[in-house]
């Protein structure tokens, strides 16, 4: 028994649904990590950056006052940039402040604080510088301007600039990930769809061998079932015409002789009137009837009339037979150039239409039939017709009984082709083709001696 490819290909099909379920959910993290990426260090650190660029422009700010300071003539006083510095201070802060909220999650802790205390210093040297100036110690705030905050200033421009410095890195490294993450989904991608292509071919290969093997089988004991049904169907032929053979053979001459013996028992000296004679003449007449039904029971099994004139006259017989016994009338039609064909495709076609009025007697309920023959160049196409019940739906050719299977088996062995069709309440036809050789084209007519053995095709 060939093993059923099913289980695999629902194996392979499983598989397949596996890979890309799992390359979809693959393909699906990487997306969500670039956009975690994105959102979390690139464009946070890029929002960083702006306010870190805002304190940066403040602090430089804060470092041309510082300068200004320095290089303002003796007679203005420093208590003038207090207001301005006032201004930038907030505005610092207020950068300050937002900028640790943006903080990227890469910024250090210390950074941070390191910022803020250098810039709380930068703010209470400076709130020392306007001490001293409004407290008339103009010289001493220019001093400390120079000495002191101008060098916390730079101080917090580095720090600015130092964490301006690693929000570029953590943005490049940043950078760098999403290039290495879109090289790997790539390659994935180009991996994944070799593996799948692999997958499909495989798979593909593997049906259409095993497809090629459930057919190669199909045919196999396809051909074996024809071979069989020829050889049964003609070993039943055979059967068949051995036993009419010797029925009409042995036991007809056998009772032909009892037949004789008796009449002559009967007039030899046996007087009319002796009750002997008219029990002889009883038992002659059984033996009469009894070889009558034997005959006909011989030709049953085999119509020898087909032997002898051939298929149209076998029919014709036999359609007097059936009617004979069934009681439905039975006509028959040949139309076209009758040919005398015998042999077995003579005995197949016989045997179909004998089938097909049998059925027709014993499920059609018909109170007639008709059998029409057609000969024409190629073929003989020969339809029985009744006019019954019609075949039910589920009783259609195969579905039950083994009639309409060995007809179609007979069509088969003569090489024509079987067609049944029944209407409801109507009647059925079932019609034969059997396709001629040109050989056969001898006239129906001739004589039986100068025809000889007339045969189709010999299977
Ligand atoms: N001429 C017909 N009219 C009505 N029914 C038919 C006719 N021929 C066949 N059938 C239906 O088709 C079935 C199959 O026929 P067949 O194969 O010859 O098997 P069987 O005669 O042994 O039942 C029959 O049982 C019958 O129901
Ligand atoms: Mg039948």
Known sequence: MTKSPTVRLLLGLLITLAAVTGFSSYALEQLSGLRKLQTQTIDLNRHDSLLLLQV?????????????????????????????????????????????RFAPATRRAEDQAALADSLNQFWRTSDQVFNRASTGHERAARALVSTQLSKEQSILANRVSALLERNNESEERADMKVASIYAGVERDIYAFWLATMVAIVVTSLYLIYSNRRIFEKLESLSRQRRVLAARMITVQEEVLRSVSRELHDEFGQILTAVGAMLGRAERKGVPADSPLRVELSEVRQITHNTLEKMRSLSQMLHPSVIDDYGLAEGIEWYAQVFQRQTGIETTTKVSGNAVRITGQPAIHCFRIVQEALNNAAKHSGTKRAEVEMTFSADKLTVEVRDFGCGIAPAR??????????AM????????????????PNEGTTVSVIMPLQQEDHAPEALEDENIGELVIREL
Do not use: H, W
Not at 408 to 423: C, I
């Open 56 to 100: 940066e422009s403040d602090v430089n700010t804060i470092g041309l006052k510082l300068r200004d300071m320095t290089q303002m003539p003796q007679t203005s006083g420093i208590g003038e940039f207090r207001n301005e510095f006032a201004r930038l201070r907030a505005d610092l802060e207020g950068a300050i402040q937002k900028d640790a």
């Open 396 to 405: 259609r050719p195969g579905k039950s009984g083994l009639g309409l299977i």
């Open 408 to 423: 179609r088996e007979r069509a088969e062995l003569l090489s024509g082709s079987l067609n049944v069709s029944s209407v």
